[in-house]
């Protein structure tokens, strides 16, 4: 067991006291040996006991000065001692005990792999919009799941081990948080004080020719992106804003890289309500699944948050602290 390698939960939080009990039973319960895993919690400045609750769960606490939840991935990040790195939000719940165990095995098998992503599985703790998101867009916003790439299934082993890629060299599909394996030492380059986007980082290494990552069929994630309606148009104000701030300081995002349509038709397209309505009613008819009715109010709700993150960004983006003001408080009903 001790030749195992070592794997570091690396989770951001600000004021997550009301979700982060939920991620923290969930590695805890993991069959991976104890002593080959860590919890580096990156904290912008709790005030509600998230620190305490880590504590508690054996997690190192470090300190996020920027306070941001994107932030906070580097500053954890720059305390792993893990081979492999698993980025967890406080709003993720590992489905399965054996998913860390799978998904090293996996990793060491398939080393062109760029990393290893999870599904984000259903809950019957979660909202009926929260399943929409999650489970059945996966990306968790229609406007970028109008402009994302269909990624490729390459091939799956008999354990359960999928391979998948990007569609034609188009790497307009965002990955690289809740629940996703990283190695280490693809991310050395990042310091604490990095700007951090998980997609621009899956984009680099498929520049570099690691084009492939692998899924668990069955395994992941559930993902509690939100608890209702309003949650999802203050989410989508706050990601807009750091979207917005990560394109002018880095000046690159996964949606320069041939997405299915421009940023700006897939505004047209969820403020349209007949497309909605359509790909609403074809979702029902396929999956059976009543929470695809979200889709046309979700979609115009979409465009409504991101409208409100841009008027943001342009009278707030030059507050350091703004990102970290607009994060709901999150809490698991």
Known sequence: MSSLPKVSFLIPTLNAAGILETCLKSIQKQDYPRDRMEIILADGGSSDGTRALAARYGATVLDNPRRGYDSGKCVALAGATGEFVVFVDADNEITHPDFISRAVSAMQKHPEALGLESYYLASPKMTSICVYLSQLLHISDPVAWMM??????????????????????????????NGFVFRRADLAHLTANDLFEDCTVVVELAKQGRAQWLRLT??????????????????????????????????????????????????????????????????????????????????????????WGVLTYFTQGHNQNAEAALQPKQRLK
């Open 218 to 307: 069955g395994r992941g994630v559930h993902h509690y992106v939100v608890g209702g309606w309003w949650d999802f148009v203050r989410k989508r104000r706050r990601q807009t804003f750091h979207f917005l701030a990560q394109r002018d300081q880095k000046k690159v995002s996964w949606t320069q890289f041939r997405p299915t349509v421009p940023g700006w038709l897939a505004c047209v397209y969820c403020a349209s309500v007949i497309g909605p309505v359509y790909h609403s009613l074809r979702g029902l008819l396929r999956t059976g699944n009543p929470a695809w009715l979200w889709h046309p109010v979700v979609s115009l709700s979409s465009v409504m948050g991101i409208s």
């Open 148 to 177: 994302s790439v269909n990624p490729q299934l390459v091939d799956t082993s008999a354990d359960g081990v999928e391979r998948w890629t990007f569609p034609d060299g188009r790497l307009a599909f965002p990955m690289g948080a």
